[in-house]
């Protein structure tokens, strides 16, 4: 019973820290997907690109973590930004298949850019690898730590920046109806923008977090979690901001959840993703505007 | 004495809680030309939607020559012979006019794959036959000349007769048309009409026409239903329907001045 | 190896045409139908590893094991096409890379089943090397053999691959071409612009675009098999998930809709992707072979984005026929 009381209570911290980042990551990709019409298939190299900035900064630099978070949040955030003005926007209008099939090109540009650059060893950031901390029923990696501690600042001060700041309110109006917003006075070009620097953002701290808590990693960092991001944005409702929070945290702990012992043994830990992705089939077929978000007309 | 031919019984629609048919009930008789008309919103469109299977109700039955097709999928309905043209017309417009018949030819070996290798004489000689009915359908209404054209070129009006014959190319029983006459050239739209009648008369197409052009209604057609709120308010020759008081209060009831208190 | 290398280029050359057949399924799949299917490669592995495992687990005779292969690529197609097919473009988009991930997960992570990592060469378990193409490769040089004497020269045994893998390409090419022009493609073509006016003159929409599907799977399980043939040995990272872009740029490269373009389209991308490995000049000098890899790689991403934005119809596509959005 106690076994299984560990098992469970380190299984819902493991849940809690991957849902984390998934909702973060998954509100910027809502909002990007929402406003823009997008399905960013670079995602995923945006959280590689922020988890070597992170890597720049600490073990090139020799910072700290936070303030290789802090860079490596900027950094993507200008990088999101640059794309959007120098490719997205200038292309927009030719299809939402076009569409994909550039940021298709994009993210192959990306990863490989860090390939040529960073080379495709594995990385680890300069902190204790070894380190355990055990706190009762659970025990904590150093990654995990990290991870913890910017969940506790960001995931409230995301949900607070989005509900009650003007830019935030506009972002939501804007992703939840465009035209709408427009007719209200909001400069929809300028959110849009935003949007994607908050989703770049959002994503490079998506990244240093994964890298973080895996302990090690490599270019191919996000290409493995893109459908997971995916997964969240359908699951939230595309454009739902809060959506994205609430199913990030909903896939992180259900698919951590399942390899619990006490459900007839559990699901093998390397199935699940196969659980997301039955779930993303699932939620295309049958609810394709998730759990918040409006029955559009597709 | 003509048979019933579409029965549409108590039918019912909603979106979000808004009920776009509330257990709607008509017949068309077969060879008729039959109207159904009332204010925006009504449900004619919806109605439409749901008969031929491209919105799946919410209750209610439909039948047409018998036969329970409520439910059906679109291309099932339109195959059983009951045809139906869309509001904005919906041509192919890459597709050049004469394709645009082509491909709604009818049991068409051709269309299955592995039928134009195993079967390939079987597949000629039908395009064949298709593509001589296409040719008499669009001499039909009048639109031979274009055989070759781009159908993106073609006038609204045009489009319209295009719609026409490509339904026709289908051999329905019954042709469901929406506002055919809306944003169409007076002098196309008496060709419409001169076709509907002809098409009636040579051949014993039903029609089930919604119309907002009222003299259109009260000259072509032999019977109208008058649809309000999703429900079904009135039924006739166009004469007692023109001054049935419901109709009228249906049409213009909002906007009468306040007559009791 | 060598630019003059007779060898290097009959290698390309065999590879030229596997990507051809590869992209006319996706040609099949995407410009026929407008299903944006991002996935393909999963068609590709599913027949290689069906026909690797009957081969060398259960000494299933070559033959039937391809055969076997390609109803394997059939059966992935119902089973991603049933749920996905019907769904708006970018989420089909999104289903079926999510789909061809899954198969190469699975492919990475059951090891008993496919080998895991280290790919076909494990599929008889550890300390034992397991091969499937000894059929195949007598297959060729027999071929080679009577080539030699009909043409007077020794004909080596990838020359009659390229030469065979070249012919097949030839004949889909004129069997789609045939089919393109039929009714069948008449309906497809249809779909593409207004699937309501399809449906409402009787045809069923869902089953035209099925059956696209199944036939651009089959045509990419063919390719599929015929790589793992000609390497001999493969692991998932032979099929990643990259491989459908290359489809996509070849279809691109050829023009959307130009069935006649896609081997063109497919040498041309062969040649530049091959080319990069003998440019030894400066700058690319600097970049050393290994990161070569990865320079191929952001040049496929940065041509995508290049081709879709400056000329999405490709190198002899007509823009007025351009059916590229829903």
């Known amino acids: ?298 | 004495m003509s048979a019933v031919l579409l029965e549409v019984e108590r039918l019912s629609r909603s979106f979000g809680g808004v009920a776009a048919l509330d257990e709607a009930s008509f017949a068309v008789d077969e060879g008729s030309i039959t109207a159904l008309i009332g204010p925006n919103g009504a449900g004619k469109t919806t109605a439409f939607n749901v008969i031929s299977g491209f919105l799946k109700p919410d209750a209610g039955a439909i039948r047409f020559a018998g036969r329970r097709i409520e439910g059906l999928r679109g291309d099932l309905v339109a195959r059983a012979g009951l045809v139906r043209a869309f509001q904005a017309p919906r041509v192919l417009t890459r597709m050049s006019v004469l394709d645009n018949m082509l491909l709604a030819g009818k049991d068409q070996p051709g269309e299955r794959l592995s039928l134009n290798w195993l079967a390939p004489r079987r597949v000629a000689v039908r395009e064949l036959e298709v593509h001589r009915r296409a040719l008499d359908l669009l001499e039909l209404v009048r639109l031979l000349p274009l055989a070759e054209a781009y159908a993106g070129t073609l006038s609204g009006g045009q489009r319209k007769l295009l719609e026409l014959g490509r339904a026709l190319m289908v051999e329905p029983r019954m042709i469901l048309l929406d506002e055919p006459m809306a944003g169409v050239a007076p002098v196309l739209a008496e060709q419409l009409v001169e076709h509907i009648r002809r098409l009636r008369a040579e051949r014993g197409v039903t029609f089930c026409v919604i119309e907002h052009d009222m003299d259109v209604v009260m000259s072509i057609s032999d019977r109208v239903i008058v649809m309000d709120e999703g429900r079904v308010i009135a039924e006739g020759p166009p004469d007692a329907i023109q001054r049935d008081e419901r109709v009228i209060e249906a049409y213009l009831g909002r906007f009468a001045p306040a007559s009791a208190p | 190896m060598d630019f003059l290398n007779p060898a290097f280029w009959t290698f390309v050359a065999i590879i030229a045409g596997i990507y051809a057949v590869f992209s006319l399924g996706l040609y099949v799949q995407f410009s026929l139908a407008g299903l944006p299917n991002f996935g393909h490669v999963a068609f590709m592995a599913v027949a290689a590893y069906t026909m690797a495992i009957l081969v060398v687990r259960y000494a299933v005779p070559m033959p039937l094991a391809a055969g076997a292969g390609l109803v394997g690529a059939i059966l992935l197609a119902l089973v991603l096409g049933i749920p996905t097919v019907r769904l708006r473009a970018d989420y089909l988009a999104i289903a079926t890379v999510a789909g061809g991930e899954i198969i190469r997960y699975l492919a990475m992570n059951l090891p008993d089943l496919t080998g895991g990592p280290i790919g076909s060469i494990g599929l008889l378990g550890p300390g034992q090397i397991a091969l499937y193409n000894g059929d195949w490769l007598a297959f060729l040089d027999r071929l080679a053999g009577n080539l030699s004497g009909v043409v007077g020269t020794r004909v080596s045994r990838d020359a009659a691959a390229a030469i065979l893998v070249w012919l097949l390409a030839g004949l889909l090419v004129l069997v789609l071409w045939r089919c393109e022009r039929s009714p069948w493609g008449r309906v497809l073509k249809a779909i593409r612009e207004d699937e309501d006016a399809v449906t409402a003159v009787g045809k069923n929409v869902f089953a035209f675009k099925m059956q696209a599907l199944i036939l651009g799977a089959v045509l990419a399980g063919v390719a599929g098999l015929l790589l793992a043939l000609q390497i001999g040995v493969f692991s998932p990272e032979d099929y990643q998930p990259t491989l459908t872009f290359y489809a996509y740029l070849i279809v691109i490269l050829g023009g959307m809709n130009r069935l006649l373009a896609i081997p063109v389209g497919a040498v041309v991308f062969s040649l530049l992707y091959s080319g990069t490995r003998l440019l030894n000049f400066f700058p690319l000098s600097l970049i050393d072979s290994g990161s070569r890899a990865f320079l191929r790689l952001f040049l496929v991403g940065f041509l995508l984005v290049l081709l879709m934005a400056v000329r999405p119809q490709g190198m002899l596509g007509n823009r007025r026929e351009l059916l590229l959005e829903k």
Do not use: C
């Open chain 1, 1 to 298: 019973m106690q076994a299984s009381l560990h098992e469970l209570a380190q299984l819902i911290l493991n849940g809690v820290i991957t849902g984390t980042i998934l909702a973060l990551t998954g509100v910027g990709a809502s909002l990007v997907f929402g406003i823009h019409r997008v399905a960013n298939f670079a995602h995923g190299e945006y959280l590689t690109f922020g988890a070597y900035m992170g890597l720049v900064f600490n073990s090139g630099l020799g910072q700290n973590l936070a303030v290789s978070a802090l860079g490596a949040v900027g950094a993507t955030a200008l990088l999101a930004l640059a794309v959007h003005l120098l490719v997205l926007k200038p292309l927009r209008g030719r299809g939402l298949v076009a569409m994909s099939l550039i940021t298709v090109g994009i993210g192959l540009m990306l990863r490989n850019v860090v390939f040529m650059v960073a080379g495709p060893q594995i990385r680890q950031y300069d902190i204790d690898q070894s380190a355990v901390f055990d706190l009762a029923l659970v025990r904590i990696s150093p990654g995990q730590a990290v991870a913890i501690a910017i969940t506790v600042v960001v995931a409230p001060a995301m949900a607070l920046f989005l509900a009650r700041t003007p830019l935030g309110k506009s972002m939501r109006a804007v992703a939840d109806n465009r035209d709408l917003a427009a007719v209200s006075g909001i400069d929809v070009d300028r959110i849009g923008a935003y949007v994607w620097m908050l989703a770049g953002g959002l994503a490079g701290l998506g990244g240093i977090m994964f890298a973080a808590v895996q302990g090690a990693f490599d270019p191919n960092l996000g290409f493995e979690i893109l459908f997971l991001i995916f997964t969240t944005v359908v699951l939230g409702g595309i454009g739902s901001a809060y959506g994205a929070l609430v199913a990030g945290l909903v896939l992180g702990l259900v698919m951590e959840l399942s390899t619990w012992s006490g459900l007839a043994g559990g699901l093998e830990a390397r199935f699940k993703p196969i659980l997301a992705f039955v779930a993303l089939i699932g939620l295309l077929l049958y609810r394709p505007q998730g759990l918040f978000g409006r029955a559009r007309v597709l």
